[in-house]
C-alpha cells in the first residue's frame, strides 16, 4: 500500500452539475455526469484553472450525490443548470489507481486507513480527480481522495 497517503488540499472553487440517485446506477450515471459535463467545457470559458475532473461526492446508505467539476476563478453568470460552490480546506487519505481501478483503489484505501486507525470525517465530502486524456480516460490516473477527522 505505499501508493497510500495523506495529503493537505487547500479550499476548492469549483463549478459543475450533479447527479443523485441510487448507488444501483451507478458508476453509469457518473459516466454519463462526467461525459456531459465534459461536452460543455467550452461554456466556462477561461474560468477553468486546470484540465483535472473534480468529482466530489456524498451519499449514505441509500442513495449517493456525485459531482463533475473544474476548479476555476469566481464566475459571475454560470451557465445554464451549472451550480458553483466552495469546498473548505481538508486533510484527505489519498490512493492513486486508474479509471478502470477504482474499485480496486477504494479497497485498498479503506484498508489502509484501517492499518493506520485513520478515521473518514463523514461530514466532509469525498473526491475523485480525473486527470483526463479525453480520449482514454479509462486508463488515465485517478486520485481518490477520502476526508479525515482530525
Keep these: 500500500m505505499e501508493n497510500c497517503s495523506i495529503i493537505t488540499k487547500p479550499e ?34 477561461d474560468a477553468v484553472r486546470s484540465t483535472v475532473l473534480y468529482s466530489p461526492y456524498f451519499g449514505n446508505e441509500a442513495f449517493a450525490t456525485y459531482w463533475a467539476c473544474y476548479e476555476v476563478h469566481h464566475i459571475e453568470e454560470l451557465p445554464p443548470g451549472m451550480v458553483q460552490f ?13 479509471g478502470k481501478r477504482i474499485g480496486e483503489g477504494y479497497e485498498q484505501l479503506f484498508a489502509w486507513m484501517n492499518e493506520q486507525k485513520l478515521q473518514k470525517d463523514e461530514k466532509a465530502v469525498s473526491l475523485e480527480l480525473f486527470y483526463i486524456d479525453e480520449q482514454h480516460w479509462e486508463e488515465e490516473p485517478v486520485e481518490l481522495l477520502i476526508p479525515l477527522k482530525d
Design 86 to 98: 466552495t469546498i473548505p480546506a481538508h486533510r484527505y487519505a489519498m490512493v492513486v489507481c486508474s
Design 12 to 45: 476548492l472553487h469549483l463549478v459543475g452539475i450533479s447527479y443523485c440517485g441510487p448507488y444501483s446506477s451507478f458508476p453509469d450515471e457518473a459516466i454519463r455526469l462526467q461525459t456531459e459535463f465534459l461536452a460543455r467545457k467550452h461554456e466556462l470559458n
